[in-house]
């Protein structure tokens, strides 16, 4: 006979666990400016580069636990205890894999008009060459 409860509460904690590991791997915004105000520049450096995802013990921390309350559902006993330990290996190793990938970013470096630099990371390859005269401001930087 078919233990319905049981089929429903690990549905539940699947759920749960799979929420907790996207939670865990947020990519960085595509377009990401610390300043306040429009500033106008012109464009020093281009460097493509690579940002993690998100934080990879987290991700192991988050994938045990679901991967042990998961395998605490099956069997009973000593095989309850297996699937357990197997349960909570597993799913460290699934939630690390998840949070410590990388999103590939382009960092463009900038000296504003007053002297001052700053670098402007976006997930998107920029339309800019070194030496473009640029308008950065809170929507993103664009080319005068």
């Not at 105000?37 to 013990?57: P, Y």
């Not at 006993?77 to 349960?87: E, I």
């Not at 190793?93 to 470096?109: K, P, R």
């Amino acid at each position: 006979m078919i233990n319905f409860s049981s089929i429903r509460r690990v549905a539940t904690v699947f759920t749960a666990g799979l929420a907790l590991m996207l939670a865990a791997c947020s990519t960085p915004p595509a377009f990401q400016v610390t300043q306040p105000a429009t500033r106008d520049g012109v464009v020093e450096s281009i460097v493509q580069g690579q940002v993690q995802n998100g934080n990879a013990t987290g991700g192991a921390i988050a994938g045990a636990v679901i991967g042990g309350l998961l395998g605490n559902q099956v069997g009973g006993g000593r095989g309850q205890t297996a699937a357990t330990v197997v349960g909570a290996g597993a799913g460290a190793m699934a939630g690390n894999h998840l949070a410590s990938q990388q999103t590939l970013v382009w960092q463009i470096g900038v000296r504003y008009d007053d002297g001052s630099r700053a670098t402007i990371e976006q997930t998107s390859a920029p339309a800019l060459r070194i030496g473009d005269r640029v308008r950065v401001s809170a929507n993103g930087i664009q080319q005068l």
